[in-house]
């Protein structure tokens, strides 16, 4: 492999501006292992930025390094379920076995080790990720066979994907992407293109009621609608679409499926909206972590601008439509809308207050639609087939199919395509097989969550039914534990978690974070009154935080204490 020199990658981004500077950054380090002091001072005087700002950029990010690294980094997962599956043991071996107490680097420059946050893999755990000089590998099980993790790092990594009803995973076999002759021709955005206008396509949307599958659950209709209003209030401002493909929360991995299955379902889909907003250009972000997910996405891109079904006149029409995949490089915040666009335009992913709203000034200040992966995977369908189709599966207010992310304690993990409305019991018994051991508890909606009981399985799977029990549906991650599950254990790495991704920006998450962790720590042999601080330290996190992020960082540890106040008594047994 022929290893590019730093003029050459430098020069590759000559004319561009600080927006570059995010994919330059990593061109260089993949290229090298790091970004050297060299190669930032070529790039300040190249996109006119300021060195300052730059390495401002590499500190936020997890991926990117300022130091020289190894030839080969090894990340060892340390989200809940991975610890559950023994992450933790694995990386003391690996570290004993290189002479690397606590991770590093070797002193022949050949291994660095780090412990990593989620990496999407739960229900492949424990899981790591490989990155090689100059390319990047998914590992998982059995990650614990040592020499395996260290000289044949590749190891596919598909997931079991099923469900009664087959929409979104529809076409996902084994572990190969549905590339364009098995995926078809853009039917959907045909139709939309020839057969109907944006404001009916908006409308079709609105009637299937369509929420977003990213965890906040609004309406993609009305998303959609106040983007394209501006179109008349300020016809001159170009519009941008965005997908969310930030998958960054622990317990959640069925975008990765999507992303690696379907890359051509969610192109379409993000096509769609383009037409309907009067976007011409979008930006499809997607975490550093899912290399594999990248690699194939790029590829889905080629083959639909050489067929004509994106790019400029598509499909011999009056629309354009230019895709620009861009990478993350770690940083769970970035998945809040206004921090990607913070990303995309080569910042630090601070999340901006709002109002103004995304729908006026999203990316580059301009109107804006972004929305998650699944929710653009289920456009195609939606307008090729209408609106009372979509709505056959599902409840009146939660409507369509939905997938969810199964992992810990249940026979087959995976990734379930649901129809809203069936119970927590049918899909743990049903779709995964049943639990392993005896249940404790089942943390619903990811890290930013909250806990079930076993005597919450009757409970129905649909947004309203889970709101009015307090609980959440999210963006459909399901973590199960059984009876041997330390769920002290549990809240601490989510206190990790959270503490190594907040931002910084604003001091209630800031603080609040490392107080939280602090205690979560301690949590074997509490101190007089500590229940009552994570409450206080939770409320106020909750309330007064800038973004989602610190608004929801202690709802799974103020649940937990509701459901087990025990957790936290003084003198609990360690």
């Known amino acids: 492999m022929n290893?590019?020199?730093?003029?050459?990658?430098?020069?590759?981004?000559?004319?561009?501006?600080?927006?570059?500077?995010?994919?330059?950054?990593?061109?260089?380090?993949?290229?090298?292992?790091?970004?050297s002091p060299e190669a930032v001072r070529a790039l300040s005087h190249t996109l006119r930025v300021p060195e300052a700002d730059i390495y401002g950029?590499?500190?936020?990010?997890?991926?990117?390094?300022?130091?020289?690294?190894?030839?080969?980094?090894?990340?060892?997962?340390?989200?809940?379920?991975?610890?559950?599956?023994?992450?933790?043991?694995?990386?003391?071996?690996?570290?004993?076995?290189?002479?690397?107490?606590?991770?590093?680097?070797?002193?022949?420059?050949?291994?660095?080790?780090?412990?990593?946050?989620?990496?999407?893999?739960?229900?492949?755990?424990?899981?790591?990720?490989?990155?090689?000089?100059?390319?990047?590998?998914?590992?998982?099980?059995?990650?614990?066979?040592?020499?395996?993790?260290?000289?044949?790092?590749?190891?596919?990594?598909?997931?079991?994907?099923?469900?009664?009803?087959?929409?979104?995973?529809?076409?996902?076999?084994?572990?190969?992407?549905?590339?364009?002759?098995?995926?078809?021709?853009?039917?959907?955005?045909?139709?939309?293109?020839?057969?109907?206008?944006?404001?009916?396509?908006?409308?079709?949307?609105?009637?299937?009621?369509?929420?977003?599958?990213?965890?906040?659950?609004?309406?993609?209709?009305?998303?959609?609608?106040?983007?394209?209003?501006?179109?008349?209030?300020?016809?001159?401002?170009?519009?941008?679409?965005?997908c969310n493909a930030d998958e960054s929360e622990p317990g959640t991995f069925k975008d990765r499926v999507l992303l690696e299955g379907r890359p051509h379902l969610l192109l379409e889909g993000m096509a769609l909206s383009a037409s309907s907003v009067g976007a011409r250009k979008g930006s499809l972000f997607i975490r550093g972590e899912f290399p594999e997910a990248e690699r194939r996405l790029r590829a889905a891109l080629e083959e639909a601008t050489a067929a004509g079904l994106l790019g400029d006149s598509i499909m011999g029409s009056a629309f354009s439509f230019h895709v620009e995949i861009r990478r993350g490089a770690g940083a769970y915040i970035c998945g809040e809308e206004t921090a990607l666009f913070e990303a995309?335009?080569?910042?630090?992913?601070?999340?901006?207050?709002?109002?103004?709203?995304?729908?006026?000034?999203?990316?580059f200040g301009k109107p804006t639609a972004i929305n998650n992966v699944e929710t653009l995977c289920a456009l195609p369908g939606l307008v090729q087939h209408g609106a009372?189709?979509?709505?056959?599966?599902?409840?009146?207010?939660?409507?369509?199919?939905?997938?969810?992310?199964?992992?810990?304690h249940v026979e087959r993990p995976g990734v379930y395509e649901i129809a809203p409305g069936i119970t927590l019991r049918t899909l743990l018994d049903d779709y995964c097989g049943g639990v392993r051991g005896n249940l404790q508890a089942v943390l619903m909606g990811g890290a930013a969550g909250t806990f079930l009981t076993p005597q919450d399985l009757d409970v129905r799977?649909?947004?309203?039914?889970?709101?009015?029990?307090?609980?959440?549906?999210?963006?459909?991650?399901?973590?199960?534990?059984?009876t041997t599950t330390d769920l002290r254990d549990v809240l601490k790495r989510l206190g990790r978690f959270f503490q190594h991704e907040s931002c910084g920006k604003c001091f209630p998450c800031q603080l609040g974070t490392q107080?939280?962790?602090?205690?979560?720590?301690?949590?074997?042999?509490?101190?007089?009154?500590?229940?009552?601080?994570?409450?206080?330290?939770?409320l106020t996190m909750t309330e007064a935080s800038l973004c989602g992020l610190g608004q929801t960082a202690a709802l799974a540890v103020m649940s937990a204490l509701k459901q087990w106040p025990e957790l936290f008594a003084e003198g609990s047994p360690s």
């Open 344 to 363: 995309i335009e080569g910042k630090r992913g601070f999340p901006r207050i709002k109002p103004p709203f995304p729908t006026t000034y999203g990316v």
């Open 57 to 242: 950029v590499i500190g936020f990010y997890t991926l990117y390094h300022a130091e020289p690294t190894g030839e080969t980094i090894i990340r060892i997962c340390t989200s809940p379920i991975c610890g559950l599956a023994g992450s933790s043991a694995v990386f003391e071996r690996l570290c004993h076995r290189l002479h690397l107490p606590g991770g590093g680097t070797t002193p022949d420059g050949q291994y660095t080790v780090e412990p990593s946050p989620c990496l999407g893999l739960c229900d492949h755990a424990p899981a790591a990720l490989i990155s090689q000089r100059g390319r990047e590998e998914i590992t998982h099980a059995p990650i614990t066979d040592l020499d395996a993790l260290l000289d044949e790092p590749h190891k596919p990594h598909g997931a079991v994907v099923a469900g009664y009803p087959a929409v979104l995973l529809d076409g996902i076999e084994g572990e190969s992407a549905e590339w364009l002759h098995q995926y078809g021709d853009y039917a959907a955005l045909r139709k939309a293109l020839f057969d109907l206008t944006p404001q009916a396509v908006i409308r079709e949307v609105h009637e299937a009621g369509l929420l977003g599958r990213g965890g906040a659950a609004y309406p993609t209709g009305a998303k959609w609608e106040g983007t394209h209003a501006n179109l008349y209030i300020a016809p001159q401002n170009p519009h941008y679409v965005v």
């Open 3 to 35: 290893t590019p020199d730093l003029d050459s990658i430098i020069n590759a981004y000559r004319g561009r501006t600080r927006d570059a500077l995010l994919p330059a950054l990593w061109d260089i380090q993949t290229a090298f292992g790091h970004i």
């Open 515 to 538: 107080r939280q962790l602090e205690i979560l720590e301690r949590a074997a042999t509490p101190l007089p009154g500590d229940r009552q601080r994570l409450f206080d330290i939770g």
């Open 388 to 408: 009372d189709w979509f709505r056959q599966w599902g409840t009146p207010k939660s409507t369509g199919t939905k997938l969810v992310s199964v992992s810990g």
């Open 461 to 482: 799977l649909t947004f309203e039914d889970l709101r009015a029990i307090g609980s959440t549906l999210g963006s459909g991650a399901v973590m199960v534990f059984n």
